[in-house]
């Protein structure tokens, strides 16, 4: 297939690019960098079936030539980038879904938009299920992002019901891996970031506030499965595995080989307390369960931000 993907040279986008292109299939991708790295994909640039574009996708823009797949996940996807560009955050859920929407239906190609756990906000149901429909606070500091996930979901179910357009969703839940960027703000790259410089590792609240973490590779196989599916309704995607943000400090420290002290800070407003998703859906309609472990997603995830630190 032709696959055009944007947010292609982001973190989670440039590995699904790197899939892509390993299942066979080209791949057109748009970026327009303000929080992809143009280094996610510089290894792709002599691909014969890759070519990227800069391209801002709450801009007109046109696809030349057949394409039969359109994914749409450019966004800012970390507290610290769609804090700093909330603005744009609201535009490329909205709007950059609609143009992505309507590319799609030009073309006659297939949808799937990546969402995000964040649509059930600090949630009041535990585990979370596709069916809760969330506790956001709708004019909150993170709303710009929450609420910008929550409009594209609609936006493309409307585009489904309306058109015909055959779309899928995926809700993301909290990934990791290389190419992540050093100054995140997320959990895993901070982490990784204080231990590997010898710094104390800054643990908000009390730290029993937990995390599922899943690694990229997973996440893009689950991606490939949904985007190839019949499932129109939104799909958890990611690795139940539950654990407290002091019991991560534990793995970090313990894979690092560093022995950072605990400091506290006030807890961010809105900041969800339990994260965990139900996959029951993507194992039974896509066959997808994670497999890689904690700590072997953190060996080559640890070796990447050495590399970055050195």
Sequence with gaps: MRIVVSGAAGFIGSHFCDRLLADGHAVVGLDNFLTGSSSNVAHLA?????????????????????VDGVVHMASPASPKDYLEHPIETLDVGSLGTRRMLEQALEKGARFLLTSTSECYGDPLEHPQVETYWGHVNPVGPRSCYDESKRFAEALTMAFHRQHGLRTNIARIFNTYGPRMKLDDGRVVPAFLDQALRGEPLTVFGDGSQTRSFCYVSDLVDGLCRLMLSDERYPVNLGNPVEMTILEFAGHIRRMTGRRSEIVRRPLPEDDPKQR??????????????????LEEGLLPTVEYFRGLLK
């Design 276 to 293: 965990r998703p139900d996959i029951a859906k993507a194992q039974a309609v896509l066959g997808w369960t994670p497999r890689v472990a």
């Design 46 to 66: 002599d691909h014969p079936r890759f070519r990227l574009c800069v391209q801002d996708v709450t801009q007109p823009f046109a696809i030349d030539g057949a």
